[in-house]
C-alpha cells in the first residue's frame, strides 16, 4: 500500500535559523497537505499542494510539490517559538482509495 | 460554528471493557473519518465513511466499528479494549474525501485521550 516518510522525525533549531523538513512518498500522488499540531493539540491544516512543481508560501513557510509528485518539502525560515510543534505530511491518491495517507511528522523545537 | 466535537476528552478503561467514542460536526461534511495517533507513528485511518449510511475500512480496523445514521454524527466503538488500544483519537471531516486533487481540509476535533489497563 501507499507510505508515506518524513524525515528527520526531530528538528532542533535555534531561533532565528531556517529549516527544513521533507516528504517522500512510495507512490505518485494526487494532492498532499500540511498540518501543524501543536503539543497536546491536535493537527491544523496550513495548505493544500496539488500540481507538479508547485510552489506555495505562507509568511515564513514554504511549501513544494516536487515534479514527479511523489515528494514534497517544507521550508520555515527564521524560526520563531511560535513554530513548534509537529509537522504532518499527508498524501492522497486514487489509487489509495482518495484517501491520506499520513507520514510521521517532524517534531519541531525551538530553542531561544 | 462549534466545528468538530469530540466526547470524552479522557478514558480509561479496563482490558475488555467496551464504549463509545463520540463526534460531530456541524458543518454538513460528507467526509468524516477516525484516526488513531500513536508516538512516532503519525496518524492512522481506523474508518472513514463517505455520507449517512455508508463507512468502510481504514489501515487498521480491527477491534473497532462504525456506523453513520446522520450527516452530523460518526461514533467509534470499542468492542472489547485492550491495551494496544492506548492511544489519542481524532475525529475529522471535510466536505469530500481529502485524498483527491480537488480536496478541501480536513477539520480535526479535539481528540479523545484514551487508556485500557
Known amino acids: 500500500g501507499q507510505q508515506v516518510m518524513q524525515i528527520p522525525q526531530y528538528q532542533h533549531v535555534q531561533e532565528g535559523e531556517d529549516f527544513t523538513t521533507y516528504c517522500n512518498s512510495s507512490?505518485?500522488?494526487?494532492?498532499i497537505q500540511w498540518y501543524k499540531q501543536r503539543p497536546g493539540g491536535h493537527p491544523v491544516f496550513l495548505i493544500q499542494?496539488?500540481?507538479?512543481?508547485e510552489v506555495k508560501k505562507q509568511k515564513r513557510l514554504t511549501f513544494q510539490f516536487g515534479e514527479a509528485k511523489k515528494n514534497s518539502s517544507l521550508h520555515i525560515t527564521a524560526t520563531q517559538t511560535t513554530d513548534v510543534g509537529t509537522y504532518f505530511c499527508?498524501?492522497?491518491?486514487?489509487?489509495?482509495?482518495?484517501?491520506?495517507?499520513f507520514g510521521g511528522g517532524t517534531r519541531v523545537l525551538v530553542k531561544p | 460554528n462549534a466545528g468538530v466535537t469530540q466526547t470524552p476528552k479522557f478514558q480509561v478503561l479496563k482490558t475488555g471493557q467496551s464504549m463509545t467514542l463520540q463526534c460531530a460536526q456541524d458543518?454538513?461534511?460528507?467526509?468524516m473519518s477516525w484516526y488513531r495517533q500513536d508516538p512516532g507513528m503519525g496518524l492512522r485511518l481506523i474508518h472513514y465513511?463517505?455520507?449517512?449510511?455508508?463507512?468502510d475500512q481504514g489501515e487498521v480496523p480491527n477491534g473497532y466499528n462504525v456506523s453513520r445514521s446522520t450527516t452530523e454524527d460518526f461514533p467509534l466503538r470499542l468492542l472489547s479494549a485492550a491495551p494496544s488500544q492506548t492511544s489519542v483519537y481524532f475525529c475529522?471531516?471535510?466536505?469530500?474525501?481529502?485524498?483527491?486533487?480537488?480536496?478541501?481540509?480536513?477539520?480535526f476535533g479535539p481528540g479523545t485521550r484514551l487508556t485500557v489497563t
Open positions: 475529522a471531516s471535510s466536505y469530500r474525501a481529502p485524498g483527491q486533487i480537488d480536496s478541501y481540509e480536513q477539520y
Open positions: 507512490t505518485t500522488l494526487s494532492n
Open positions: 499542494l496539488v500540481k507538479s512543481g
Open positions: 499527508a498524501g492522497g491518491s486514487k489509487a489509495a482509495g482518495n484517501k491520506l495517507t
Open positions: 458543518m454538513n461534511h460528507e467526509y
Open positions: 465513511s463517505v455520507g449517512a449510511g455508508i463507512t
